[in-house]
């Protein structure tokens, strides 16, 4: 009952920039180019966050913390939203102004990446500061005996194990953050969903559009995966077997 | 930064913020949270049978679900569940199922698929020892499964379950992409009605973040408590 058209994707798409195929696509290069540029923030903040929370300094853990419970505990489109209409209003009238004027795509590709970038960055602290937690005591101790300063141990001992431990935890954070790109459709980036949602209200084809980008994104997915264990295999610590504690839970 | 902040139309705005948007986030969470673990055992179930019968299709749904966007599966099933529902009564159109129950399939589906491997690794961590045990006493595989395994999986899984929860009740913001009035699309509308953005907006946000904060806190004492007793 269902009247499927395949042809649709080779068809000229509605905003004349070539096939319906093409655009997807487009859309992809969005959600890789806004979830890549997110995922430089969250990696920087994450691992200082991450890395912060470990050092016997307390009132730097609190704030590591609290800056963790903010950001986990309000929901993503929420935090979109407020990147994208309350940012702007509490700024200084003259930069609020200017923000508010960017041309599209800027206008919402830049709070996108902010917001994604932050949020993603909480969840890289949390899986650092466990990959940091799930060394042997012994090795920070070592660092200290063998008279390493603090930051010492943290730069030649504890984080270049650490980083090695997380990778799997990490790429799947990384997975996440291309997911959750889709979320910045609803402050208008037109990304690979939010392209797919254009293709059905133009073509009328909604099967078609939702199946192409689910295609779309498990190809993405599987390519990622795979570059990711080549890459884990290469970095892999020789003999040594150890993973970061990982709830399953997450999304 | 606050001087221009309009604390009155939260105020005047909060019998329909809770009433119609709460209500309906709280309703869709708890039926998508005891749909989806119920669906999401039975996945796990099948996903560690030895048949491919069973394994292979139960594998391929869940790491298909996993590596979609949400926003994506809420506008899949938006379209895809009346034509569902049309096949199931055989009907000759597709039958219209309204926002809700579309909300509650998705969600359910959706995050069957994430309860799924949080059962599985509590299955996982039940020794084989009990299984084996359990057979030699005479129980068949759902006796084993319903009496032995499956009690303290859930029991080991608490906290995680729990912590999916959260996760599961600020997903359902987006359904906010389908104009459903949740709690953070009452707050929208009003937000475009009165112009107040600003307000409405860091309103959700901290009434969103006390929920998930509470709950994250019940489940850190929860977690606390069982590794005591474990």
């Known amino acids: 009952m269902y009247n499927w058209q395949w042809s649709i994707y080779l068809q000229p798409a509605a905003d004349g920039s070539g096939t319906w195929l093409n655009y997807l696509l487009v859309g992809l290069l969005w959600s890789l180019a806004t979830a890549l540029s997110a995922w430089v923030i969250a990696l920087s903040i994450g691992s200082i966050v991450g890395t912060l929370r470990t050092t016997p300094m307390k009132w730097v853990v609190r704030l590591g913390n609290a800056y963790v419970e903010i950001f986990r505990n309000v929901p993503l489109l929420v935090q979109m939203f407020l990147w994208f209409f309350v940012?702007?209003?509490?700024?200084?009238?003259?930069l609020g102004d200017a923000i508010k004027q960017m041309p599209p795509p800027w206008g919402s590709y830049v709070p996108a990446v902010l917001c994604?970038?932050?949020y993603t960055s909480v969840r890289v602290a949390e899986q650092v500061r466990a990959g940091i937690q799930s060394l042997p005591r012994g090795q920070g101790m070592a660092g200290t005996?063998?008279?390493?300063?603090?930051?010492?141990?943290?730069?030649?001992?504890?984080?270049p194990m650490a980083f090695r431990i997380v990778m799997p935890p990490?790429?799947?954070?990384?997975?996440?953050?291309?997911?959750?790109?889709?979320?910045?459709?609803?402050?208008?980036?037109?990304?690979?969903?939010?392209?797919?949602?254009?293709?059905?209200?133009?073509?009328?084809?909604?099967?078609e559009a939702f199946s192409a980008a689910t295609l779309i994104y498990l190809i993405t997915n599987l390519v990622i995966v795979l570059l990711m264990r080549v890459l884990e295999k290469k970095l892999r610590v020789p003999g040594f077997i150890g993973s970061a504690s990982q709830a399953p839970a997450g999304h | 930064?606050?001087?221009?902040?309009?604390?009155?139309?939260?105020?005047?705005?909060?019998?329909?913020?809770?009433?119609?948007?709460?209500?309906?986030?709280?309703?869709?969470?708890?039926?998508?949270?005891?749909?989806?673990?119920?669906?999401?055992?039975?996945?796990?179930?099948?996903?560690?049978?030895?048949?491919?019968?069973?394994?292979?299709?139960?594998?391929?749904?869940?790491?298909?679900?996993?590596?979609?966007?949400?926003?994506?599966?809420i506008f899949w099933f938006y379209f895809l569940v009346p034509y569902i529902a049309a096949w199931i009564i055989g009907a000759p159109r597709p039958v219209a199922v309204g926002a809700f129950l579309s909300c509650v399939i998705t969600f359910m589906m959706f995050e069957a698929a994430y309860y799924c491997e949080i059962m599985r690794a509590g299955i996982q961590s039940i020794p084989r020892g009990q299984v084996q045990a359990g057979s030699a006493l005479g129980l068949n595989y759902w006796q084993t499964m319903g009496t032995i395994v499956l009690p303290q999986a859930f029991r080991n899984m608490t906290p995680v379950l729990l912590t999916q929860t959260i996760i599961l009740f600020q997903d359902t913001s987006l359904v906010y992409v389908i104009s459903v009035t949740d709690f953070l699309g009452a707050a929208s509308k009003i937000a475009n009605r009165d112009y107040r953005l600003v307000?409405?907006?860091?309103?959700?946000?901290?009434?969103?973040?006390?929920?998930?904060?509470?709950?994250?806190?019940?489940?850190?004492?929860?977690?606390?408590?069982?590794?005591?007793?474990?």
């Open chain 1, 87 to 94: 940012i702007p209003e509490l700024l200084p009238k003259g």
């Open chain 1, 116 to 118: 994604l970038g932050l």
């Open chain 1, 145 to 159: 005996a063998i008279g390493l300063t603090l930051p010492q141990t943290y730069r030649y001992v504890l984080l």
């Open chain 1, 170 to 207: 990490l790429t799947s954070e990384f997975l996440n953050i291309i997911k959750n790109s889709s979320v910045a459709l609803t402050i208008g980036l037109l990304e690979l969903t939010g392209r797919t949602r254009a293709m059905q209200e133009f073509s009328f084809k909604v099967f």
């Open chain 2, 1 to 73: 930064m606050f001087s221009g902040y309009d604390f009155d139309v939260i105020q005047r705005s909060l019998p329909y913020l809770f009433r119609e948007g709460m209500t309906f986030t709280l309703t869709l969470t708890a039926l998508a949270m005891a749909g989806g673990i119920f669906f999401g055992t039975l996945l796990a179930m099948m996903r560690l049978s030895r048949f491919p019968l069973l394994n292979l299709p139960a594998g391929a749904y869940v790491n298909i679900m996993r590596s979609v966007p949400l926003v994506l599966v």
């Open chain 2, 199 to 230: 307000e409405m907006y860091t309103f959700a946000a901290v009434v969103y973040f006390v929920i998930s904060f509470s709950l994250s806190l019940v489940v850190k004492r929860l977690q606390a408590k069982m590794a005591i007793i474990r």
